[in-house]
Structures are given as structure tokens and as C-alpha cells.
Nanobody, 115 residues
Framework: QLQLVESGGGMVQAGGSLRLSCAAS????????MGWFRQAPGKEREFVGV????????YFADSVKGRFTISRDNGKNTVYLQMNSLKPEDTAVYYC????????WGQGTQVTVSS
């Protein structure tokens, strides 16, 4: 079973960029479709985007489409979330998981966007 650790969060001004990483330990990372999720204060966790096991296909929530991209390096067992043109409403704790999200949730990484 995979174990996932998110990193790369921080504080940024609106319009800025951040790159999050999700490092996986365990077998068969390259066989999993991977997703990013986020949870803002007082809200439920929501889907952000997904990348196929091969990295050849991605899909995003409408709220981030055109601003966020996902990539993966199966040799490094890592999936990335590049976030551009950040908005205050992107403030949340960001998590990664397999798709469907059957693994336990990690600690996530905090992203704070100031206006």
C-alpha cells in the first residue's frame, strides 16, 4: 500500500504561483491514477485534479481549470501540482491520493493566498 506525503505549500500573494509535491513510498506507484484534493476552512474536501497513471491525461475541477496543471515522475514516485494565478479562494490544505481516494489522508500541505 502506498504512503503519500505532500509538501511545497506556503503563503503567496494573489496572482502568484506554487508547486506542490506528493511523494509516494511503496510499490506500484506508476500503476495508480493520482489525484489532488483540497479542503478550505469550514468546507468539505473537494476534488482539484487528476492525472492518469501514464501521465498522458489530466482533468481538473472547473474552479482551477486553466490555472493548475498536474504532472508526475514515475521514476521518482512523485506527482506535482503546479498552481498559477492563485486566488484567495484557493486557500486550503491540499492533499493527494489515489483515484478513487481509498487511501488514508495524509497531513496535507497548507496553501494560503493573500489578496
Amino acid at each position: 500500500q502506498l504512503q503519500l506525503v505532500e509538501s511545497g505549500g506556503g503563503m503567496v500573494q494573489a496572482g502568484g504561483s506554487l508547486r506542490l509535491s506528493c511523494a509516494a513510498s511503496g510499490r506500484a506507484f506508476s500503476s495508480y491514477t493520482m489525484g489532488w484534493f483540497r479542503q478550505a476552512p469550514g468546507k468539505e474536501r473537494e476534488f482539484v485534479g487528476v492525472i492518469a497513471w501514464s501521465g498522458g491525461a489530466t482533468y481538473f475541477a472547473d474552479s482551477v481549470k486553466g490555472r493548475f496543471t498536474i504532472s508526475r515522475d514515475n521514476g521518482k514516485n512523485t506527482v506535482y501540482l503546479q498552481m498559477n494565478s492563485l486566488k484567495p479562494e484557493d486557500t486550503a490544505v491540499y492533499y493527494c491520493n489515489v483515484i478513487p481516494p481509498i487511501l488514508g489522508w495524509g497531513q496535507g500541505t497548507q496553501v494560503t493566498v493573500s489578496s
